[in-house]
Every structure is written in C-alpha cells, then in structure tokens.
C-alpha cells in the first residue's frame, strides 16, 4: 500500500492550496480518508475526513468552512482545498486510510496507513 501526499508548499496568509493524496496498492473505496497535520514541536492533529462514498466529512472546528475535502474513487485520490489560509495552519499534513467500519476518524493510532506528508507553509 501506499500514498503519495502531494500539493504542499509557500503560500501568503488568505491564499489557497489544493492538497492531492493518491492511493495504490489496495481496494480504496473500502477505506475512510483523513487528513491530518502535524507543526513543530506539537502533535499530530485532526484535520478532517471523509468517509468510503464520500457522503459524509468532518472537519476541525478550526479549518472549518475554509478547508474542503474531497475524494474520486475512480483515480484513488482524495484531496484537500484549503482557502483562507493562516499562519496557524503552517505544517506538515498526511494523508491516511481508515477502515470503514469500527474506527474513529480522529484517532491517529486508529488509520492503517500513512503517506509521507507535504509541508504547507503561510507566510504572515
């Protein structure tokens, strides 16, 4: 299995980035996806998620109704808008996979699999 985080980088306060996360490896509609980031010197944080169809997401009350997610189960991707950004969300953020059924979505030791992560940057 793996995952390939992609679409980080250097973006001024307000600006928007588009995170990809592709999957292979592994029958992906049978996973929930989350998105989670991790800043220097704290701990890996909840971003949001969204679940095998993608009818139902979650979000962090503090990306919520900035960060949109995502996902195609065609291309095995799912993605991640963030508008509006802040120099809060400066960090690194992971893609991971959560099995449908008896998980939490906000729970990182409760995903199976990581992808290596795209740092994200906002100038102030």
């Known amino acids: 299995v793996q995952l390939q985080a992609s679409g980080g980088g250097l973006v001024q306060a307000g600006g928007s980035l588009r995170l990809s996360c592709a999957a292979s490896?592994?029958?992906?509609?049978?996973?929930?996806m989350g998105w989670f980031r991790q800043a220097p010197g704290k701990e890996r944080e909840f971003v949001s998620a969204?679940?095998?169809?993608?009818?139902?997401?979650g979000y962090a009350d503090s990306v919520k109704g900035r960060f949109t997610i995502s996902r195609d189960n065609a291309k095995n991707a799912v993605y991640l808008q963030m508008n509006s950004l802040k120099a809060e969300d400066t960090a690194v953020y992971y893609c991971?996979?959560?099995?449908?059924?008896?998980?939490?979505?906000?729970?990182?030791?409760?995903?199976?699999?990581w992808g290596q992560g795209t740092l994200v940057t906002v100038s102030s």
């Open positions: 490896g592994l029958t992906f509609s049978s996973y929930d």
């Open positions: 969204i679940s095998w169809s993608g009818g139902s997401t």
């Open positions: 991971a996979l959560v099995p449908r059924y008896g998980r939490s979505w906000y729970r990182p030791d409760d995903y199976d699999y």
